[in-house]
T-cell receptor, first 109, second 114 residues
Framework: RKEVEQDPGPFNVPEGATVAFNCTYSNSASQSFFWYRQDCRKEPKLLMSVYSSGNEDGRFTAQLNRASQYISLLIRDSKLSDSATYLCVVRGTGNQFYFGTGTSLTVIP | EADIYQTPRYLVIGTGKKITLECSQTMGHDKMYWYQQDPGMELHLIHYSYGVNSTEKGDLSSESTVSRIRTEHFPLTLESARPSHTSQYLC?????????????FGPGTRLTVT
């Protein structure tokens, strides 16, 4: 079983739409949780860490459900520039980071 | 945010050659990582290091080696390049920020073995 599982999409949404991505992780002892953004042929860039109480950064909201081992990312008022692949990342107990395969988002004019 | 540098950015090389991919970071981070990523696929951990003289193997390490003689430098060596090594190689380092370790990536080396 993979450490981190994501729906690969693709998600094609119109500008201004709200879109949500989900992710599950297998190790209940996982320590930290993140969403990264990766543009085509570029390196992943940290979008936001995910805290137990949930957190928001502008149009982006991340939620963590430890009981269900589930992480989510909500993007409101989608912009063309949000088009990218979104990676769910989990840090294990040994300081290794585990990456999902990513969810592809295309925002359409 | 960390400043992480990788060289070369692109490399085309013949089968059987020995190559070293360079990675440096200027933020003094103890933890550094090498990942391999094929197009459209997830990142796979090759090697990681928790500090000077500390290196550990990841999932795909059997055909490469690393060294960590200085905190800022974490080179990856392929002793004999093969076409199956064609991929993107990403170096990362991590630091403790707020309440967790966050990981930052270099721009990557795109390797083609002919």
């Amino acid at each position: 079983r993979k450490e981190v599982e994501q729906d690969p999409g693709p998600f094609n949404v119109p500008e201004g739409a709200t879109v949500a991505f989900n992710c599950t992780y297998s190790n209940s002892a996982s320590q930290s949780f993140f969403w990264y953004r990766q543009d085509c042929r570029k390196e992943p860039k940290l979008l936001m860490s995910v805290y137990s109480s949930g957190n928001e950064d502008g149009r982006f909201t991340a939620q963590l459900n430890r009981a269900s081992q589930y992480i989510s990312l909500l993007i409101r008022d989608s912009k063309l520039s949000d088009s990218a692949t979104y990676l769910c990342v989990v840090r294990g107990t040994g300081n290794q980071f585990y990456f999902g395969t990513g969810t592809s988002l295309t925002v359409i004019p | 945010e960390a400043d992480i540098y990788q060289t070369p950015r692109y490399l085309v090389i013949g089968t059987g050659k020995k190559i070293t991919l360079e990675c440096s970071q200027t933020m003094g981070h103890d933890k550094m990582y090498w990942y391999q990523q094929d197009p459209g696929m997830e990142l796979h951990l090759i090697h990681y290091s928790y500090g000077v003289n500390s290196t550990e193997k990841g999932d795909l390490s059997s055909e490469s080696t690393v060294s960590r003689i200085r905190t800022e430098h974490f080179p990856l060596t392929l002793e004999s390049a093969r076409p199956s090594h064609t991929s993107q190689y990403l170096c990362a380092s991590s630091e403790y920020r707020a309440i967790t370790y966050e990981q930052y990536f270099g721009p990557g080396t795109r390797l083609t073995v002919t």
